[in-house]
Each structure stands twice: as C-alpha cells, then as structure tokens.
C-alpha cells in the first residue's frame, strides 16, 4: 500500500454498485450485448451516442431494467455497513457517487439493515445535473458542499472511473480490487485494498486521534 499523501481525509465518498454492495449483482456482459454496446466504451457514453431521441430511450429503459432487478437482488459487501457506521462515528461526512440511477440506490438500500439513504450526504448519480465519473466533477462538488478541498476528500470505488474521477478531482484515491488483482489496469492511485476493512486503518493514518476501532 503507497504511502499517503501529506493530506488529512476529512469526508468519503464511496462508489455504491461492487463497492459497498457486493460485486457481482449487475451482468454488465449480458447489458452491453443486450445495448450492442463495444466493450471499449462505457455504457451511458455509448448511449448517448446513439442517433435519434428514439434509440437513446429505448436503450436507457432497457438498461434501467437491467440496473433495477439488479439493486433488489444486490446485498450489502462484507462489513460496508459497520465500516460507514464507524466513519460516521468519527465526525467524518460520508456520500455516493455512481453512475446508477438514485431510484436503483434508494432501492438497493433496502437490503441494508442498518443504514439507510439519509446516511450519506450526498448521494449523487445520474439524475444529477453533473457530469458523471471519470469527470471528477461530482467529487469536487461534495467537497465544496463539505467546505473541504478535493484533496481532502477520499473517493474509493471498485472500478477505473472511480479512479479516474479521483485524478480529475484532485481526491485521494482508493481502488477495492475485490481480491481480483489482475482484472485491473496498473493504476497510480493512492492506495489499493482487498477488503473494505481495510479502510479502517487507511483513513487512521490520517486521523491518529480519531483512528477508526473495530
């Protein structure tokens, strides 16, 4: 694990879908063969690539659909929701940022039992007038809604745009490989974990007199 930068993490900002619900729920195969999507292009880009008005609703409710059964089959991931509970704990904000809808989030929250969607503040997705990740835009609107700097913020998500979205925000980065080492690209962000535990420790190094307790 690369050593932190010489900055505090004062607020976090967690990808949802493979971050804080268990990877897995949504076959983003069988979507892009379904939207004849080319596998070198994200989705909602190569919807909003298409031709005619016509085409880009049809694909969107096709791939709403998809997200839906989705978010009602996700379950939360592997100790997400004491991990938020503690961060909260520590006086530190806690928000989402996805490229899922906010219907699809307030749906697969109720599979959580203990937190719910007014835990985090705050949630943006797609619905929200910002541009969506790899545009580091969302994240530099939560830190200036926090009245911290970018660099203050950390963004931790299982998946390249995540990542991305960090750089172009300025953000502290953590990738959740989920214990899937080579799926990924060699990526020069701040910090790598298999597990979400090990977010405790991480945002410890930052904070020694709110260290995170199990």
């Not at 993490?9 to 939207?35: C, E, H, M, Q, S």
């Not at 919807?47 to 996700?74: G, K, V, Y």
């Amino acid at each position: 694990m690369p050593t932190p930068r010489n900055h505090q993490i004062k607020g976090v900002l967690f990808d949802f879908d493979g971050t804080l619900t268990k990877p897995g729920a949504i076959d983003f195969g069988l979507i892009r063969k379904k939207l004849e999507c080319p596998q070198d292009k994200p989705v909602l880009e190569y919807i909003q690539s298409l031709a005619t008005a016509e085409q880009r609703r049809h694909a969107h409710s096709l791939l709403a659909d998809f997200e839906i059964e989705a978010a009602r089959a996700s379950k939360p991931h592997e100790g997400a929701e004491v991990l938020v509970q503690k961060i909260i704990a520590c006086g530190l904000p806690v928000g989402i940022i996805t490229r899922n809808s906010r219907k699809c989030i307030q749906e697969a929250l109720k599979n959580f039992s203990a937190l719910d969607i007014k835990n985090f503040d705050p949630v943006l997705t797609r619905d929200d007038p910002l541009k969506p990740k790899p545009s580091g835009e969302g994240i530099r609107f939560a830190a200036q809604k926090w009245g911290l700097a970018p660099a203050e913020v950390l963004m931790v998500g299982d998946f390249v745009l995540d990542i991305q979205a960090g750089f172009d925000a300025g953000a502290m980065t953590v990738l959740l490989d989920n214990g899937l080492e080579s799926a990924f690209p060699k990526l020069d962000g701040d910090f790598v974990i298999h597990h979400l535990d090990q977010l405790e420790d991480l945002i410890g190094l930052n904070r020694p007199n709110n260290r995170l307790q199990a």
